[in-house]
């Protein structure tokens, strides 16, 4: 059973850094896809950062230049580094990844708030 499990948020004032870390259970090359994605209350779930297991990364522009996410093969780890941060970025954010069969795995989350 595939455990992905996230640290590292807290409370940060706006224009300060965060760096979140996915540790999962097994290798990180198992899969395809790995990326970080957040909820803010009463919004819907959203794309922060993926990377593919080639190294290709992806992000939308409300975080591009602030956010980059990276990988650590050795610990099995993800990271996300979040930098100038906004008010707006408050959320719980979420690990994932994705194997080549489409199986989608989640982290619990954690809590990041940014006050202004």
């Known amino acids: 059973q595939v455990q992905l499990v996230e640290s590292g948020g807290g409370l940060v004032q706006a224009g300060g850094s965060l760096r979140l870390s996915c540790a999962a259970s097994g290798s990180i090359f198992s899969f395809n896809v790995m990326g970080w994605y957040r909820q803010a209350p009463g919004k819907q779930r959203e794309l922060v950062a993926d990377?593919?297991?080639?190294?290709?990364?992806n992000y939308p522009d409300s975080v591009k230049g602030r956010f980059t996410i990276s990988r650590d093969n050795a610990k099995n780890t993800v990271y996300l580094q979040m930098n100038s941060l906004k008010p707006e970025d408050g959320a719980v954010y979420y690990c994932a990844a994705a194997n080549k069969y489409g199986i989608i795995y989640w982290g619990q989350g954690t809590q990041v708030t940014v006050s202004s």
């Open positions: 990377m593919t297991s080639g190294g290709s990364t």
